[in-house]
């Protein structure tokens, strides 16, 4: 604990000052069971309605009737939903804001038309995409790629524009081409901060899904939390929820190890 407690003083507590990995693992640790512990207590000690919160042992006792289940399948598809959307709108979206962080014109013909289009719900647009698509795997896939792409082609082009200019200007006196710089300096030095919100996107793709599989789906987790809304069984509720945030949490650290390996040198990759 001594140690610890080195590791948080002088510099952590500082505006954008940092701690080491083991008391951050501590931390996060120590998070989850304060939550998990307020949990075990309201929900066994008669705070809440069991009707609307079960306890986390009614939780553990559905999981293991879901996983016996088909739920596992369930899984499967919701994430095959979500990396699909969310692969296509990164194959689109870092080209394009690549060359709208870069290019000034075509900040001017793109940008704002996306700035529009975020804005507008991406649930909205199921009626319309079951009129055009039908309801399989592709209108839920669209879905996602709907709430996605036009925020990740947006996040994109700020990531450019974070690069410094001086390190443009450098390339040039250093003899590099205009039309090489995009692809020399402008994209290595971004990529970080790319990573970044590739990985912050996948986590709002998650929140489609669920919405997706909630109309004319026949698996997927939100798919299996529909069905146990309407028969009132709020534990199989908890379980998909539970078993989003792992998902979510495991992809989330696969990005951050990514960013890691591969751009340790830069702020994000630390």
């Given at each position: 604990m001594k140690s610890m407690a080195l590791s948080l003083g002088g510099e952590a507590f500082l505006p954008q000052g940092a701690i080491a990995k083991r008391p951050y693992t501590i931390i996060a640790i120590v998070a989850f069971a304060l939550v998990l512990g307020g949990w075990f207590l309201m929900t066994n000690l008669g705070l809440v309605d069991p009707t609307f919160m079960p306890t986390p042992q009614a939780t553990i006792k559905a999981a293991g009737a879901l996983f016996s289940g088909s739920f596992v399948i369930d899984i499967?598809?919701?994430t095959y939903r979500v990396l699909a959307g969310f692969i296509i709108s990164a194959i689109?979206?870092?080209p394009l804001g690549l060359f709208i962080g870069t290019y000034a014109?075509?900040?001017a013909l793109i940008e704002p038309l996306m700035s529009f289009v975020r804005y507008l719900p991406a649930t909205a647009f199921i009626p319309l995409f079951i009129l055009w698509i039908g309801i399989d795997e592709s209108e839920k896939i669209a879905l996602i790629i709907m709430g996605s792409l036009p925020q990740l082609i947006l996040m994109v082009a700020v990531d450019v524009r974070k690069v410094p200019h001086d390190l443009v200007?450098?390339?040039y006196t250093l003899g590099?081409?205009?039309?090489?710089v995009l692809w020399k300096i402008i994209l290595p030095a971004s990529m970080p901060y790319i990573l970044d919100s590739l990985r912050m996107v996948l986590g709002w793709a998650w929140t489609y899904v669920v919405v997706a599989e909630m109309v004319g789906a026949s698996s997927g987790i939100g798919y299996m939390m529909i069905q146990s809304q309407r028969m009132m069984n709020v534990s199989n509720i908890f379980v998909g929820l539970l078993a989003i945030g792992?998902?979510?949490?495991?992809?989330?650290?696969?990005f951050k190890l990514i960013?890691?390996?591969c751009f340790g040198w830069s702020a994000q990759g630390r």
């Open positions: 499967w598809m919701s689109v979206a870092v014109p075509l900040n200007e450098v390339s590099t081409k205009p039309s090489r792992f998902l979510g949490l495991l992809f989330d650290c696969l960013n890691k390996l």
